[in-house]
């Protein structure tokens, strides 16, 4: 009898640094979105212009959005942010794919982010492939503030095998 595939599962830890001090560590686990699964599926083809995830951005959500969304959610209007200070890119370097475990193949990324502007209750991070979302990360609300570091620490593992 065939056991039922594994799907990828992914967890983020997210630091605040401030002056070196960890002020704020938060968990969650993550979500692929259906655009993520279909981003993935694109990779395997290089349809639609399938480009690799180099992005992580920020958002506000209290919920999950389900596995239709498509965009983290924004601050409130009055918070006046602009969608360029929600978002960091991604080098190459910011990856490490661990090849050698039994079972699954992982990715490790690394990114930080330093807040332009404060922002205030902080509860969702994803990552992007351009304005395609693959993912969602919901966790209790953190203030960011200018002059600390965030570091986004994710790792995914994708099961083969089973």
């Not at 605040?16 to 599926?41: F, H, K, P, Q």
């Not at 601050?75 to 360029?84: H, K």
């Not at 990360?137 to 089973?162: K, R, S, Y």
Request: proline share 7%; glycine share 10%.
């Amino acid at each position: 009898m065939r056991t039922r595939p594994q799907p990828p599962q992914g967890r983020l830890l997210l630091l605040v640094r401030d002056r070196g001090l960890t002020v704020a560590r938060r968990r969650g686990s993550n979500m692929v979105l259906r655009a993520g699964a279909t981003l993935i599926a694109n990779l395997f083809t290089g349809a639609g212009g399938a480009k690799a995830v180099d992005t992580v951005g920020i958002g506000f959500a209290t919920a999950p959005g389900g596995a239709e969304a498509t965009a983290l959610t924004p601050p409130p209007a009055a918070a006046n942010i602009p969608a360029a200070a929600l978002r960091t890119a991604l080098t190459a370097g910011a990856f490490q794919v661990v090849t050698d475990q039994a079972g699954v193949v992982q990715v490790k990324i690394a990114a930080v982010f330093s807040p332009t502007q404060e922002l205030a209750n902080v509860t969702e991070a994803g990552l992007l492939s351009g304005s395609t979302l693959y993912n969602q990360v919901i966790f209790e609300p953190v203030a960011l503030h200018v002059g600390q570091n965030v570091t986004f620490f994710w790792q995914i593992d994708f099961p083969f095998g089973h």
